[in-house]
């Protein structure tokens, strides 16, 4: 018994731990946003107090930038990109574990390359693709490479849990001579919700964080998104701590606001198959 | 309602061979129930009547229509899973209407069959609950139900009682049973249970490793069994084997031995000298005592006592089962050295490759 609490309190002791160490850079990056730039470099670690605490840098960030047209673009770029790799993942997922044809087994493989092979290894080529099809500089761009990116990832868990989908539900519905599209949208999605909402956190997160790509294909002020928006505020030779950090904190809230939203299922997807 | 016939058919994965040479006629409303052991192609042969699995070779008629290529929905049949496969996410009455409404059903029409089919089941305080809710012998009658609304040709269950515990799969067969006679559709039912197929089935098709064995009423497939795979798989505790041969042939009839039991005489039509048979006794019609056309004696090992009758297992020179059934209170002791007598009626005789010998006329 004793021996069992000592077990749990140790691993509890590395979870607060870990949860620490990812924690405590974000809550830096949110206290001293609140703060004057000097409180900043004075003592980073403090709390903001009646001496310290400052909005400069929310202000000048809503004054000075198109910050929210930045928050606007990446928000299309990250919710279009996100639709589409779970509409066509889950698609994709059902149909390569559902239907067997020729080249079933050659797509999955090809698809599980793209899992394999960083796609900002392909970024010359993209940008040139790009440029030839008259899509530079613009979130369309962005959205095609983002979908390209997530897809692999997102038919490959989506796969594994269509097949777990009991079989008899699939022929019962044949039997009910429901069409295939219906088969999908009406009985085997609604089924694969929890899935969905995993696969909907693990696509996001990195599409909102990116920077590579609309460095790479994003030239104008009006295509920026947040992550390179907030870059302006870093200089050669000044840097506008309080902007960055405020900018920073901002775009924290999306990405928390879409797990809260998904969270109950994420937790029903990442625990499916371990309770039956 | 309509009739079902099956020619030639064939299935194949690969070089395996699951189904060879199937022919089957069901007439319109005769419950067809097909049955034996796990891996003989009982449910591959129901799912191809669905329309789930492809023919590799061979027709499937039903109504005088060809369904081979047809869709399942389009062969007008109706399946029940063993798995219930009820849609989780919707409640019973949608679970009972989601496959109408793409079959051209009008929305009063399908109202007034799920009204129906509930009354029929008893669901009708259960029409808004969700499955998740439900009680497997609820889930069961749902899965029953959402094939009767569809008013199919031909009802196809899959074990549908294989997932209940067994006081429900009592009650959920004579329902079964019950609806047959309500319905009077044409049914093909599949079961490892040779009990289910008994007492439901108009007739029983016997399957083995893809081939059929016999297809009979329920009893004549008990008292006339066609080979040594159907004697001893209908039948439980399984009927009895004994080796043996054919010594001579007389006037009397054919005089067969066997190292196991004591000589007798068979009527000797069918019969050649020489000739190697297996004498084949049920548990139940093999009595304690030495007066009989038919004797065997062994030692007693082992007394199963069930309540209406015991099984009395024992041994026997060549270490092959040999179970008798006993009636009463009075029951052999383990160790007791016993003889047991059957009337020749009940002998059931096999040649050298299982097939069955008639023996008796009378």
Known sequence: ?276 | MANLRIDNLNKSYGTARVLADIGLQIPDGEFVVLVGPSGCGKSTLLRMIAGLDAVTSGDIYIGDRLVNTLAPAERKIAMVFQSYALYPHMDVRKNMTFGLKFTGVPPAERQRRVTEAARMLQLEKLLDRYPRDLSGGQRQRVAIGRAIVREPDVFLFDEPLSNLDAALRVSTRVEIARLHQMLKATIVYVTHDQVEAMTLADRIVVMNQGVIEQVGKPLDLYYEPANLFVAGFIGSPAMNFFAARVESIGAGGARVVGPTMQPMTLPAAGLAAGAELTIGVRPEHLAIGDRGDFLTSGTVELVERLGEASFAHVARADKKRLVVEIRGRETPKIGDVVTFAAGMRDVHVFDKGGRRVETVTA
């Open chain 1, 1 to 276: 018994m004793f021996e069992r609490q000592l077990k749990s309190a140790g691993v509890h002791l590395l979870l607060i731990a870990y949860s620490c160490l990812a924690v405590g850079p974000i809550l830096l990056v949110v206290m001293n946003s609140f703060k004057k730039r000097a409180a900043i470099f004075g003592s980073p670690l403090s709390f903001p107090d009646f001496t310290t605490f400052s909005l400069i840098g929310y202000n000048k960030v809503f004054s000075a930038s198109h910050v929210v047209l930045y928050f606007w673009n990446s928000l299309v770029v990250t919710l279009v990109s996100m639709s589409l790799v779970l509409l066509l993942g889950a698609m994709a997922a059902w149909a390569l574990t559902e239907y067997r044809f020729r080249w079933t087994t050659a797509l999955s493989l090809y698809l599980a390359i793209g899992i394999m092979v960083p796609i900002r290894l392909g970024s010359v080529a993209i940008l040139t693709m790009m440029r030839k099809a008259g899509l530079n500089d613009t979130l369309t761009a962005l959205i095609l490479v983002y979908v390209a990116q997530g897809l692999p990832m997102s038919i490959f868990i989506l796969s594994e849990f269509v097949q777990q989908i009991p079989r008899d539900l699939r022929d019962a519905a044949r039997c009910d001579g429901v069409p295939e599209t219906r088969i999908f949208f009406e009985v085997i999605a609604p089924l694969l919700r929890p899935a969905i909402a995993t696969v909907a956190v693990f696509t996001i997160v990195p599409i909102w964080n990116d920077l590579w790509f609309p460095l790479i294909l994003t030239s104008s002020d009006s295509t920026h998104t947040i992550t390179l928006g907030v870059q302006q505020f870093l200089g050669q030779y000044i840097t506008d701590w309080n902007s960055v950090l405020a900018a920073l904190s901002m775009a924290i809230l999306p990405i928390v606001a879409i797990y809260i939203v998904f969270s109950r299922q994420l937790i029903a997807g990442l625990t499916a198959g371990a309770v039956k």
